[in-house]
């Protein structure tokens, strides 16, 4: 799975969990620059993201995660690694 | 209303999809506010977006508020201003193994333990009554499940010193606590949590990462089972089932097949599991919910059913009754016209998928169960539903409780007696021992191919075989159910016999292992006798024919007072029984009159 295939598998989870459907996110997205990616919303996406792709994040790799490529990078990491 | 119920979404599904969900919900017309205060001892904001969407679509209309993490008894004794504001119908106080204090340390007494249960309860007691005093609304507490590590193994379940221990002494303790006072509910999640599985229940990661203690399966168990509580206390708890008939309450086509033939009984397996669904539908039905019928049948037919001997449910049980080709859906409806209750009461089992279709779409409120179309499956399906939920019981309730009992009583009881005799005269033990009748015939050919062990001869027979042995007057067939204090065990015995002058042949002779060292082969012999000698016979002659498997009955006519005749090379026997001043044998079964 490229990259490109994640974000795009990644642009229905945050229009539902976010419930903006004409939401598109890029790899510069993050939670300062998408309106109601709070604290909640995002445990939400951390959880759905794991079932959707059925990897599991570890401990502290969610910390550092700067934006959503970052996070695309992590979850291609962990495919490649199943 | 979103088309899809939320029982029928994928828990992934629920959680992404939240907040448009909750949006199209809100929409409904009528919904009922409820204010629900949720005071926790770890993050509740999961359970609380999962349990917002199921009261929404159970037609109410929450506002929550949630105290601070971890602060549910500040909030509730101490700091209580924002709650008293909030002015809550109900208060949740959702607490975990986390949140019981003064687990003991290893090497606690029994009286150290006793004492911190004590302190512990004290301090819930203490959220109780604070929370009667100063909101004084319904409080609904969940006890505890049982916590993820066993330190000490196996022995947690023994000794004082185990947090296992402590947290089922609490469960105790606040079972009684939740007895004496109507306002405070007691949430099962003892029960839930095993249901899910410890490992499937707790998440460490999301603990260490976000203080939510539980995964979200676990959330969306205790938000559908905070729901049915809800429902409950308003009075909206469902109160009837409605069963449709073929391949739901008993196997195969009544109208293609016949009363005889329907799969029902302890013959087959797919008869004891269409057994076990009407066992739990009268189980239901003694603790209050109504039953009705709702089937596309011929009404006579339909009724039928319930005339067969093993149909555990019988018309009487049977509130309300629709059997005929109108749509199913406007039958509920006049169902719930007839019975005087609204058909969002009303729950609708259904092993056809189209039909649970329609309905659902066209009775607005009712649920309907995937039940599938395994009945092995059908009881924990429609339980897990949980859509009967009780908060109390009534005394009318519990007067109609019925009394059962299984086969670990039957053996317990069998310990305590001085002798077999007495055993087996506590057992009360009844039987129908009759002629073989029509409706049988399958179920007695059926035994002959399947029985090997108590089983004289081994002859095989296929019920068109049997069938025309009905019509021969030369042949007499003489079968047995037995019947005793614990239940009823079905028919167990055949003996076929066949007259050759002033000579019975014994041709066949079996019984199923489930009722050995009972006596009904004496009660099967007694009547044996009684027929050979109305018709003149002077002689039963009895045969033992040897397999791999019978050898439990090579001395059997011996032990019923036979007189060995001849052995054979291959070791068949052949033995006589004069009848002649026969005596009957059978002290401790009661015969019973024919069942219709």
């Known amino acids: ?82 | 209303m979103p088309s899809v119920a939320l029982s029928h979404l994928p828990v992934d599904q629920i959680l992404r999809k939240r907040r448009s969900l909750a949006r199209e919900l809100a929409a409904t017309p009528g919904l009922h506010p409820l204010r629900i205060a949720v005071l926790g001892g770890s993050t509740t904001n999961e359970v609380v977006d999962l349990l917002q969407l199921h009261l929404l679509e159970a037609g109410f209309l929450p506002t929550f508020h949630q105290s601070e993490y971890g602060h549910f008894y500040e909030e509730a004794v101490l700091n209580t201003a924002a709650l008293k504001r909030f002015a809550p119908d109900l208060v949740y106080v959702h607490t975990s193994y986390r949140n019981a204090l003064g687990a003991p340390a290893a090497g606690t007494s029994e009286a150290e333990l006793a004492e911190a249960v004590e302190q512990e309860t004290e301090r819930y007691r203490q959220v109780w009554a604070a929370l009667e005093a100063g909101v004084g609304c319904q409080v609904i507490q969940n006890n505890f499940e049982l916590p993820p590590l066993s330190r000490f193994g196996n022995f947690d379940a023994v000794t004082p010193g185990s947090a296992t221990r402590f947290v089922l002494a609490l469960n105790a303790a606040f079972a009684h606590e939740a007895a004496s006072r109507t306002w405070l509910t007691l949430q099962d999640v003892h029960g839930l949590s095993a249901h899910l599985g410890l490992a499937q229940w707790f998440d460490a990661d999301r603990w260490f990462s976000y203080k939510l203690l539980l995964t979200v399966e676990a959330n969306l168990l205790l938000a559908r089972s905070l729901t049915s509580i809800v429902r409950a206390l308003y009075g909206r708890s469902r109160k009837v089932l409605v069963l449709d008939l073929d391949n739901t309450l008993w196997g195969g086509v009544i109208g293609d097949d016949g009363a005889d033939r329907i799969q029902i009984g302890r013959e087959t397996p797919v008869a004891e599991a269409f057994t076990a669904f009407q066992e739990y539908c009268l189980a239901l039905r003694d603790r209050g919910v109504l039953l009705a019928v709702c089937s596309k049948n011929d009404d006579a037919v339909a009724r039928s059913g319930f005339a067969h001997p093993d149909s555990v449910l019988k018309l009487e049980h049977l509130s309300a009754f629709r059997a005929n080709w109108q749509p199913k859906h406007e039958n509920i409806l006049s169902l719930a016209t007839e019975l005087n209750l609204g058909a969002d009461s009303f729950v609708f089992a259904d092993d056809n998928p189209a039909e649970r279709a329609i309905v659902a779409a066209q009775v607005p409120g009712i649920a309907v169960p995937e039940l599938g179309n395994d009945p092995s499956q059908y009881p924990r399906i429609l339980d897990a539903g949980r859509y009967f939920e009780a908060v109390s019981l009534s005394a009318e309730d519990l007067a109609r409780t019925a009394q059962y009992a299984g086969n670990a009583q039957r053996h317990a009881a069998q310990a305590a007696f001085a002798n077999y005799g007495e055993y087996l005269a506590s057992l009360a033990m009844t039987a129908e021992i009759e002629r073989f009748r029509p409706v049988y015939l399958e179920r007695i050919a059926q035994l002959t191919n399947k029985t090997n062990q108590f089983n004289l001869t081994t002859r095989r027979y296929t019920l068109s075989e049997m069938s025309s042995l009905l019509d021969d007057p030369e042949t007499i067939g003489v079968y047995g159910r037995l019947q005793d204090r614990f239940g009823d065990n079905g028919l167990v015995s055949v003996v076929l016999g066949r007259r050759v002058e002033h000579d019975l042949e014994l041709d066949l002779w079996l019984m199923s292992c489930r009722v050995l060292k009972r006596d009904m082969e004496l009660a099967m012999l007694d009547r044996m006798v009684g027929e050979a000698v109305a018709r003149g016979v002077t002689t039963l002659i009895g045969r033992y024919i040897p397999t791999k498997k019978n050898s439990m009955v090579a001395e059997f006519y011996d032990t019923l007072g036979f007189t060995l005749e001849h052995v054979a090379e291959d070791g068949a026997k052949r033995y006589r029984l004069l009848l002649a001043g026969y005596q009957p044998q059978n002290k401790y079964i009661s015969l019973d009159t024919l069942r219709t």
């Not at chain 1, 959880?47 to 502290?60: C, M, Q, R, V």
């Open chain 1, 1 to 82: 799975m490229t990259s490109q295939d994640i974000l795009d598998q990644l642009q229905p989870i945050f229009q539902d969990i976010l419930d903006q459907p004409d939401l598109v996110v890029t790899r510069e997205s993050n939670a300062q620059n998408v309106e109601d990616w709070d604290s909640l919303a995002h445990i939400n996406l951390i959880t759905t993201i794991e079932k959707h792709f059925k990897i599991k994040f570890a401990l502290d790799q969610l910390q550092g995660l700067k934006n959503v490529g970052e996070m695309i990078d992590l979850i291609e990491t962990k495919l490649a690694a199943k």
